[in-house]
């Protein structure tokens, strides 16, 4: 069964505090994703990436930064960790192919700033 | 500004009833329509839609394309209580591998 795989269900942090989300999957997917997830906003895309060592800003990237040293693995990380960066975090990824096959989604990352 | 709507945001029903979910979209080249269930954790795919007015079956669920009319709706009938879920809408736009996602409805079925 292919999997994408999120390090913490539940994660709670201090502000300030340099935080590191990560997601792993293991079926051999070109792209991954990060996205934030918040009732009344849907899901936003925060960064993704379609290689190794390859990251693009989504729509709201500003807080965070990425990392992709292997295929496998897409590192999230909040820099300095504030209260608006309460939320549910997702990891997806997906083939690159002619026809866009859709995301799989990992469980998902709640994370609390306090 | 490339944006996905989905109404109602939230809606309650009792078990049996058929309910139909909306989903407008406005996206700069098009390739695919996405429905997601999400519960408790990471949303699970349901029906990809690429082509206008083939409908797309699964059980009680189905799903329908309109390019021309630029939405999509989520049909299900004979609903159960394992049924409450959000229902995600999310559209592709050409060559990016990106989805943009509504905010989704909230679907609750009382037994």
């Known amino acids: 069964d292919v999997k994408v795989t999120q390090s913490s269900r539940y994660l709670v942090k201090r502000t300030g505090e340099k935080v590191f989300l990560e997601c792993v999957q293991d079926?051999?997917?070109?792209?991954m994703f990060w996205y934030r997830q918040d009732p009344g906003l849907g899901l936003r895309l925060i960064y993704f990436?379609?290689?190794?060592?390859?990251?693009e800003k989504g729509d709201i990237p500003e807080g965070y930064s990425v990392s992709r040293e292997k295929k496998e693995r897409f590192s999230l990380i909040l820099e300095s960790a504030s209260t608006n960066q309460t939320s549910m975090y997702l990891c997806?990824?997906?083939?690159?192919?002619?026809?866009?096959?859709?995301?799989?989604f990992g469980s998902g990352t709640r994370l609390t700033v306090v | 500004e490339d944006k996905v709507v989905q109404s109602p945001l939230s809606l309650v029903v009792h078990e049996g009833d058929t309910v139909t979910l909306n989903c407008s979209y406005e996206v700069t080249n098009f390739r695919s329509l996405l429905w997601y269930k999400q519960e408790k954790k990471a949303p699970t795919f349901l029906f990809m839609l690429t082509s206008s007015g083939i409908e797309k079956k699964s059980g009680r669920l189905s799903s329908i394309l309109d390019k021309k009319e630029l939405f999509s709706i989520l049909n299900i009938t004979a609903t159960q209580t394992g049924d409450s879920a959000v229902y995600l809408c999310a559209v592709e736009e050409s060559g990016t591998y990106k989805y943009i996602f509504g905010t989704g409805t909230r679907l609750k079925v009382l037994a």
């Open positions: 079926m051999d997917h070109e792209n």
């Open positions: 997806a990824s997906s083939l690159s192919d002619r026809l866009g096959w859709g995301y799989t």
């Open positions: 990436s379609y290689d190794v060592k390859m990251k």
